[in-house]
């Protein structure tokens, strides 16, 4: 009974540790997400205005 417990209690820890390094790669991922999302729309409307001023020189 005890090395059920003791088993048990090493899977529960496993399992805690293994939901929050997921937890925190996700608040990663959507940090990381959110900054490539905010850099890469000023990038293409700065490419946008940039070839509309300069369409004859495309």
């Not at 390094?21 to 205005?49: C, E, N, P």
């Amino acid at each position: 009974m005890d090395s059920w417990a003791y088993s048990y209690g090493i899977i529960a820890g496993e399992t805690l540790e293994l939901l929050t390094s997921l937890a925190f790669g996700f608040t990663l991922f959507l940090f990381v997400s959110h900054i490539f999302y905010t850099w890469g729309k000023d990038a293409l409307r700065m490419k946008i205005q940039h070839s509309g001023k300069h369409e004859g020189y495309i």
